[in-house]
């Protein structure tokens, strides 16, 4: 799929945007601190319905303002779609007493969309940006919401299943205060044992699908960017510590562990199992990439891992996603820089690099390419 048109309105260093691209690259050039990580930013929004990396939505308008859009015009496998992003801040809301309230509103093809899953498939991506080495040095929250981003763009009922799982899971610490505080409910928690022990099998199963996918996936893309033969694997972790497989017997697993860590629970006052507490690290030839990798290393595996998403991107839903890379030119040597473009080429990938050289000379003869130069929120 490609992103033909976007149009910004006061979304962060942009005032008004307006731009068409390319069905292939797409540099976007310019020096620090000028509006290119978010442009890329925008439209990862389109992709995933949300702000990224956990900012406040109001953070995204832009200063002096009182709300913010992203419009983008797609072309999928469904033919073209227009979507559509607004949102206000809600004190300014208040204070203007408009009769209508809202906050955010989405659209696809000028009608209202009332939950975000419904918005994912129309647009996904996959971004790669230098923070996203936190997968590997990161905390295993980090490498969940990969793993979940990405399934939900492509599984929007994967996305509502972590969706319910949180206002369970909310409901239940609830009722494990309660009873720690000594206000009854001993007998409603089976009842909610039952609720979370399902979502939880569900998404773990969908989890361990994912990664077992994306393993040979990974490997193949970690050969193409390096021609070594290292033996990437993934592992998960049940509750942090037990490693589990596709085709394990979720359901007992589960049982298992609610059994053992319950009079824990009943002291502390908060669930000690399910998917929130699961964690997957990455393996070089048996050994924990955190520790042994160096960060270049760690930079071609997520790297890998990233491209490999956009061979499990389309197997599940039959068309290429968008690859955002925000800079990831400048830590690649000229050599990966050819095989990145190769894999890119190989494919009818639609693809936007952020870079503070001018690599032009090296891309232009090679691709259809556009060059957009980046200054002071305006895309020359
Ligand atoms: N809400 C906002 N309103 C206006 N400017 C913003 C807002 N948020 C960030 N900026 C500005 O955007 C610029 C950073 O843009 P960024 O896309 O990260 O730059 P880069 O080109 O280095 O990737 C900074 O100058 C920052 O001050
Ligand atoms: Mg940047």
């Known amino acids: 799929m490609y992103l033909e048109k976007l149009t910004l309105t006061n979304y962060r260093n942009y005032e008004s945007l307006n731009s068409d691209f390319s069905f292939q690259v797409n540099l976007l050039r310019g020096f620090n601190a000028q509006g290119k990580t978010n442009l890329l930013e925008a439209i990862y929004y389109l992709a995933i319905g949300k702000a990224y990396r956990s900012i406040r939505e109001d953070q995204l308008i832009k200063w002096g303002h009182h709300h913010f859009s992203i419009k983008g015009q797609v072309k999928n496998k469904i033919g073209q779609t227009n979507l559509e992003v607004f949102f206000h801040n ?6 203007l007493r408009r009769v209508k309230r809202v906050q955010k509103e989405i659209k696809v093809n000028g009608l209202k969309v009332g939950r975000t899953a419904d918005f994912l498939s129309n647009l996904t991506a996959v971004l790669f940006a230098p923070e996203n080495l936190s997968i590997i040095q990161g905390s295993p929250t980090e490498r969940r919401k990969l793993l979940d981003y990405d399934i939900s763009q492509v599984n929007p009922s994967y996305f509502l299943q972590l969706q319910q799982y949180q206002q369970i899971l909310k409901q239940r610490n609830h009722l494990l205060r309660k009873i720690v505080q000594g206000r009854g409910g001993l007998n409603e928690l089976e009842i909610w ?118 061979e499990f991107f389309k197997s599940e839903s039959g068309e290429y996603p968008l690859l955002l890379l925000d800079d990831v030119l400048s830590e690649l040597d000229q050599e990966r820089r050819e095989h990145l ?40």
């Not at 809600?90 to 204070?95: G, L, R, T, W």
């Not at 033969?229 to 359901?251: A, C, H, Q, T, V």
């Not at 562990?257 to 002291?267: A, G, Q, Y």
């Not at 669930?271 to 270049?296: A, E």
């Open 90 to 95: 809600q004190q300014q809301v208040k204070q």
């Open 193 to 310: 044992n039952l609720q979370l022990k399902n979502v939880s099998e569900s998404i773990i199963r969908k989890r361990l699908q994912v990664l077992e996918k994306l393993t040979p996936l990974t490997r193949l893309m970690q050969r193409k960017l390096t021609g070594g033969r290292e033996s990437l694997e993934f592992k998960y972790y049940f509750n942090r510590k037990k490693e589990i497989k596709n085709g394990d017997d979720l359901s007992d697993l589960l049982d298992r562990e609610i059994k053992r860590v319950r009079t824990e629970e009943l002291n502390r006052g908060i669930t000690l199992w399910g998917p929130h507490r699961d964690d997957f690290l990455l393996t070089v030839n048996g050994i924990n990439l955190k520790i042994y990798g160096s960060q270049g290393q760690h930079r071609t595996a997520v790297l890998a891992i990233k491209l490999a998403e956009l």
């Open 341 to 380: 473009l190769q894999i890119i080429q190989s494919k009818a990938i639609q693809c936007f690099i952020t870079t503070t050289e001018d690599v032009s000379s090296f891309w232009h003869s090679k691709s259809n390419f556009a060059s957009f130069y980046v200054e002071n929120g305006v895309l020359k």
